[in-house]
């Protein structure tokens, strides 16, 4: 062993938890270690290559409005962008990148690189160094010791990985790297529960073989967009996906070879991943359904490599290529590398405290999906947050908690800290209770101040934040006090998009709450002075047509807040706790929740607990007051 270096932080893993919570805690000021097992496969998507997607996509957006970097990365290297739900209210929108995955790796790579305080290292790390319950370091297998009192383990599926295609296994992580065993037998030794999970991903194929003409295109839009908030240039040569379909034929191959799947042979294997199922487990539980969708998504620009969504599977490799051959398209479609299933650790996240801190090893964190999580977006996530906050710890400041309120963030880690997760955690619209005021197009407007105080947003990005929430603030008021008379011009502009006729004056806040109105036509009746931006105008009409429903909202919120802030004593025994069902108490003290709010959450614990907790921790204040 040797002495390699002191830091403030380390963080194991260079995935996509690993560089935002390396890129954050350097940002925070912290001297910061990032390790990897192989520094040319930095922020690597070893499953589809894109970013985004409903609720993923508004995650994206809140990364960026608090300093991070995904999606101003997916700006630069995107094939194609589109915003989904478009025929659907604000609260389901969200954007979707087909991302060149090289360009990315690379983009990501130059960043971490160039940012100040942070240092990128290759090495596996072997073991943790701990005294007394407190981190200290880690040791490669080098036996370089690299020291710090906060440590982010960001290891991915590389936990015991191990392949599967039909019969065949070996140890491996993702894309046959090498997989991390020795980490994982420790964090066991040390007591913490692991589970074991699956995932898997589909074949590629060689574009130059594939018959596009069979399939249908799927261009991206033609109106620019980006996720961060800071993207000015944008990337107008998109490059099309494709769609084609499975059939009967396709399913009876499946069912005649299902026993020779990896997943279906019998033997015990991890749960796998309920909302992004392999073509096995869609053909086993939707087995009424005559087709499935396979998307063909480009992975660069300059490669032939075409990835097959929908089709992830472990069947055996002569079986996918069979497969293929029955979906139009890609009947003589080459197999340049062939889908497998991965089993991984993963640690149960009910271990952690919401700052993502270890409750075992103080100074521990761990951030993606190693804490049962599937998704570069959920993993990217966890890993600023867990930057964030290793940071804090390390230089005496504040931790950042954000609520469900504010942030899918905050649903997220919620869900992971209080409820845990049997199968691979995906964030859903339908997991965030206030998706009204979640929305991908006002991320900024709820985290950038966070961002800004946590020290991740530049003087420069916090000013221009100001100046739109003026002019948002300014506009609203305007349409707010401005009267639109009913005046021939006006009643024809009116009819003109299929509204009633004024039969009085209104205003032209009341006139844009009609479903009818947008603000395009706001702006013809009462002009603005001058042209304002596209993202102001957008959140205007959202405030104004919402209003009641947003409103009704922050009530719950404020409701469900009470609850929040009434704190639970780190010491407090459930135990002593008289009438709470077994259940709960054994919840309860697994969980460890930090507020009334959290413990409400926690599976297992009924309202009636919920009460009685409340009465104890009343009658232990007013206990409090009489002594002193």
């Known amino acids: 062993m040797y002495d390699a270096g002191r830091y403030d932080v380390i963080v194991i893993g260079a995935g996509h938890a690993g560089v935002e919570a390396g890129l954050a805690a350097a940002k925070r000021g912290a001297k910061t270690l990032m390790l990897t097992l192989n520094l040319d496969l930095i922020a690597f998507m070893p499953c589809n290559p894109s970013v985004g997607g409903p609720a993923k996509g508004v995650v994206v957006r809140e990364i960026d409005a608090l300093g991070g970097h995904m999606g101003k990365t997916i700006d630069k290297t995107h094939i194609q962008m589109k915003l989904l739900n478009t025929s659907k209210g604000p609260a389901v929108r969200a954007l979707r990148a087909q991302a060149d995955k090289v360009l990315y790796q690379q983009e990501m790579k130059y960043v971490i690189e160039n940012q100040e305080n942070l240092t990128l290292r290759q090495g596996m790390v072997e073991k943790l160094l701990i005294e007394d319950d407190q981190i200290k370091g880690v040791m490669t297998e080098t036996k370089a010791c690299y020291y710090a009192d906060q440590v982010i383990v960001t290891t991915g599926t590389f936990m015991r990985g191990k392949v599967l295609i039909g019969d065949i296994e070996y140890e491996s992580g993702p894309n046959n790297q090498r997989p991390t065993i020795l980490l994982s037998e420790q964090l066991e030794e040390l007591g913490f529960e692991l589970v074991r999970f699956k995932t898997g991903t589909p074949m590629r194929v060689n574009s130059h073989t594939i018959d596009y003409s069979k399939t249908e295109i799927q261009p991206g839009d033609e109106v620019p967009r980006a996720f961060s908030y800071e993207t000015t240039e944008f990337i107008t040569d998109q490059i099309p996906c494709w769609l084609t379909y499975t059939g009967e034929v396709t399913h009876q191959i499946i069912d005649e070879n299902l026993q020779k799947s990896a997943m279906y042979s019998g033997a015990e294997r991890g749960a796998g991943p309920r909302y992004c199922p392999s073509i096995e487990d869609k053909i086993v539980r939707f087995n009424d359904k005559p087709r499935h969708q396979v998307f063909l998504e480009p992975e660069g620009r300059k490669t032939d490599e075409v990835y097959v969504q929908g089709l992830s599977t472990s069947l055996p490799e002569y079986v996918q290529k069979k497969l293929l051959e029955t979906v139009p398209g890609l009947e003589n479609a080459e197999i340049m590398r062939a889908g497998y299933a991965i089993e991984y650790d993963a640690v ?3 271990q952690l405290w919401p700052t993502l801190e270890t409750k075992k090893i103080a100074g521990l964190y761990t951030a993606g999906q190693i804490n049962g999580t599937s998704g570069y977006e959920e993993a990217a996530a966890q890993g600023i947050m867990a930057g964030i906050n290793a940071a ?25 800290v209080t409820k845990g997760t049997d199968e691979p955690y995906r964030l859903l619209t339908s997991r965030a209770e206030y998706r009204l005021l979640l929305r991908h197009d006002n991320a900024d407007l709820r985290l950038t101040d966070i961002g800004y105080d946590m020290e991740m947003i530049t003087e420069e990005r916090y000013a221009m934040f100001n100046r739109k929430k003026d002019l948002i603030q300014d506009e609203i008021a305007r349409l707010e006090k401005t009267r639109i008379k009913p005046t021939k011009e006006i009643q024809e502009i009116i009819e003109e998009i299929g509204g009633s006729q004024l039969k009085d004056g209104i205003l032209a806040a009341d006139l844009l709450r009609r479903p009818e109105v947008k603000y395009d036509t706001i702006k013809r009746i009462v002009p603005t002075e001058d042209q304002l931006p596209e993202d102001v105008e957008e959140q205007v009409e959202i405030h104004i047509k919402y209003e009641g429903y947003i409103k009704k909202s922050n009530q719950q919120v404020e409701k469900m807040r009470k609850m929040e802030n009434k704190l639970i004593p780190d010491h407090i025994n459930y135990d002593e706790v008289h009438g709470l069902a077994t259940e709960a108490q054994d919840k309860l003290k697994e969980v460890r929740p930090l507020s009334v709010g959290q413990a409400s959450r926690i599976a297992g614990v009924n ?16 206990s409090k007051v009489s002594n002193e």
């Open 607 to 622: 309202p009636a607990d919920v009460s009685i907790l409340l009465v104890y921790l009343e009658q232990g204040m007013r």
């Open 392 to 416: 804090a710890q390390a230089l005496d400041k504040e931790p950042l908690i954000l609520d469900r309120s504010q942030a899918y963030i905050g649903v997220l880690i919620d869900d992971l």
């Open 348 to 350: 149960v996240p009910t």
